[in-house]
């Protein structure tokens, strides 16, 4: 008796969930087992360095492959994750494979790791970071976090404190998306940022737009006054190389040199030929 009530009431619960709430709920179970099962993996996209002609490092862009879904783009899952809790299991996952797979790159070349706020600001973070950096072997200044500035809404001091406790450590900071916040400005005088990510919104429309070009030459001044070095990031065509180049942007990510890739690739990638940028 006892178990039909129970049941009667799940069926209720089930029934009152609108459609939305169902798939996000299914979503949420299939990431338990995603992480579990070993459906994740990630990518690497080349940040190619306009300074000293050659790839600087990769992003690592993390990809599921569900056994039913297919392809699940990060848009439809990250935020999923993050409310869920789930990031931090994922993006600990993350940092090890990202370090693990760097480790068998050469010395010059970088990873950056996108880091999700809620991920930041768990107390296991700087944990983290020393667990995957130690397992690796891989060296701290090869490392290099993206995070975006809405992990400094709530908290900014325990925020800051954090990042200089990271930089004491050796690891690089990179601002991402640079420019579709609300206060940019503020959390550049909060800290020194290693490099600022210039959103391609900005990059998408800058060979054509004056005032796309506009701001995106002023956030490469800005940026370079504060010594921070600069990404362009979506960069697709030619034009917009060129622009970019002409503004003294550090460096550019994009389809226009290459779409992220398998992370048995990379090797090959930095040890061939640069055409697409020449
Ligand atoms: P993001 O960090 O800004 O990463 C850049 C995104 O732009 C990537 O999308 C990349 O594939 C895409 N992209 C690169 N070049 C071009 C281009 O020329 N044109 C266009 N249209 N797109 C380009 P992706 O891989 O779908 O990732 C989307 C977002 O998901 C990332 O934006 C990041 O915020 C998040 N993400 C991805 N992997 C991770 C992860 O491991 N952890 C966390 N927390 N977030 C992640
Ligand atoms: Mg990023
Ligand atoms: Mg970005
Ligand atoms: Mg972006």
Partial sequence: RAKQDSRGVFRFFERSLDAAARKRRQLELDLREALQG????????PIFDLKKDRIGGFEALLRWEHPTRGNVPPVEFISVAENTGLIIAIGDWVMQEACRHAIAWPDDVRVAVNVSP????????????????????????????????????????????????LRAMGVRVALDDF????????????????????DKSFINAVAEDPSAAAIVRAIVDLATALDMETTAEGVE????????????????????????????AVVAMIAGPMSAVA
């Fill in 38 to 45: 070993g459906q994740f993996r990630l990518n690497f996209q």
């Fill in 118 to 165: 809620l991920q930041f600001r768990n107390s296991g973070f700087a944990n983290v970071i020393f667990q995957a950096l130690s397992r690796s072997g891989l060296a701290a200044n090869r490392l290099e976090i993206e995070i975006t500035e809405s992990v400094f809404l709530d908290g900014e001091t325990m925020v800051v404190n954090l990042l200089h406790q």
């Fill in 237 to 264: 065509d030619r034009e917009q190389l060129a622009e970019l180049r002409g503004q003294g942007c550090s460096s550019i990510q994009g389809y226009l040199f290459s779409r992220p890739i398998e992370g048995g």
């Fill in 179 to 198: 420019g579709t916040g609300y206060s940019s400005l503020s959390y550049l005088r909060s800290f020194p940022f290693d490099k600022i990510k210039i």
